[in-house]
């Protein structure tokens, strides 16, 4: 079985800060995948990032980048230079044995 | 190319009706997984299924839940005798190929918040 923990139900930041959110993650799985998805009021399900497991490099996408630690099963986002539009739900995810397995999610506040 | 699409967005029912929720795939995705989300929960896998065959359906209800995926025409999730705790969103994603030992992303509907009454 795979587990994706999340252990911070809620994080606020000030408008232009840097904030991580953490995702703790098991599997038995060798060949994996990690997401981070938003999910906004609307609901609708938003890809942010996705990490390959077998690449060390940690995933990049513009001011959102995740601290990769295998050995640690640890996988974190970190937004920088927050902006109003990031308040959402936030998602880690982890693709192994064909299905994805979600945390419970880190509702995220904006302070303007 | 026009994404994955769900409906109804919005679906209420009394309890011992039924529900059924349907999702059409992206163009030339064969592959559709749905999940449900529980109030203040995370998506929780339900069923995945290829066209005409069900792959893994490990997450869904022994009772009263069923899905498929026909040949022709959207994936449907039926959910007979509704129960108040079946009040969730449910969430269809499509992929356009077998995952195998790699990844093919899933790209996610909008969903339908069904209410039981």
């Known amino acids: 079985a795979q587990t994706v923990t999340q252990s911070q139900p809620e994080m606020s930041v000030q408008e232009a800060e840097t904030v991580t959110l953490s995702c703790t993650y098991d599997t038995s799985e060798s060949d994996y995948y990690l997401f981070w998805y938003k999910q906004p009021p609307s609901r609708q399900m938003i890809l942010v990032i996705r990490?390959?497991?077998?690449?060390?490099q940690n995933a990049t996408e513009n001011r959102f980048s995740v601290n990769f630690q295998k050995a640690a099963k640890s996988f974190s986002l970190k937004i920088s230079d927050s902006q109003l539009g990031d308040a959402a739900m936030y998602f880690c995810?982890?693709?192994?044995?064909?299905?994805?397995?979600f945390g419970t999610g880190t509702r995220l506040t904006i302070i303007p | 190319n026009a994404g994955v699409m769900q409906n109804p967005r919005h679906l209420v029912r009394r309890r011992g009706q039924e529900a059924r929720l349907r999702c059409s795939p992206m163009?030339?995705?064969?592959?559709v997984y749905w999940y449900r989300q529980l109030p203040e929960e995370g998506l929780k896998f339900m069923v995945y299924l290829q066209k005409e065959n069900i792959i893994d359906e490990s997450g869904m209800p022994k009772e009263r839940f069923s899905a498929e995926f026909p040949k022709e025409g959207p994936s449907i999730l039926r959910i007979q005798q509704v129960v108040r705790g079946d009040s969730a969103a449910y969430f269809c994603?499509?992929?356009?190929?077998?995952?195998?030992?790699?990844?093919?992303?899933?790209?996610f509907g909008p969903g339908t918040r069904l209410t039981v009454l």
């Open positions: 995810a982890l693709f192994g044995n064909e299905k994805l397995t």
């Open positions: 994603a499509s992929s356009p190929r077998e995952g195998l030992s790699s990844y093919n992303e899933q790209f």
């Open positions: 163009k030339g995705h064969s592959h």
């Open positions: 990490q390959e497991a077998y690449k060390q």
